[in-house]
């Protein structure tokens, strides 16, 4: 008789392993967010960007005045530019060419535009709204 009660303390703890294990197996689990992140230059803060109006760039995206760090510079930005305009058209979203008509410079000027008007952001923010505008632009009107 002695072995019933080892038997049925067992079989308590065996449901209450088995709740236990059920339990867990339909409890919800959050899925993880997905960490993005952004290589950006050097120089990508729109305050650090503005230093950027202190140079001379002709309309062709060439330095014409000797500041040989903000230049680097210069083309730092450019590249990422490019760089980001060239992988948005390649997602589904886009038509395949989401600047359409303006040059490298332009480009420059109006991120520099922005960020006079909005010091405290940066240049991804800046990239994103220029995407907003051009593609605003290119919707038909009705």
């Known amino acids: 008789m002695k072995t019933l009660p080892k038997l049925w303390k067992f079989l308590s703890i065996a449901v209450l392993l088995i709740g236990i294990s059920g339990n867990a197996c339909f409890a919800e689990t959050q899925v993880p967010v997905r960490e993005r992140k952004a290589l950006f230059p050097h120089r990508y803060k729109c305050l650090d960007l503005l230093e950027l109006e202190r140079i001379k760039v002709n309309q062709d995206n060439t330095i014409t005045y000797p500041y040989p760090q903000l230049g680097a510079d210069w083309y730092a930005v450019d590249g990422w530019l490019k760089g980001f305009f ?57």
């Open 86 to 142: 060239s992988a948005w058209n390649l997602t589904e979203q886009a038509d395949g060419n989401v600047t359409k008509e303006p040059t490298p410079y332009q480009i420059m000027v109006w991120v520099l535009s922005y960020c006079r008007a909005h010091p405290s952001e940066h240049l991804g923010g800046s990239a994103v709204e220029l995407l907003n505008a051009l593609r605003r632009d290119s919707t038909p009107r009705k």
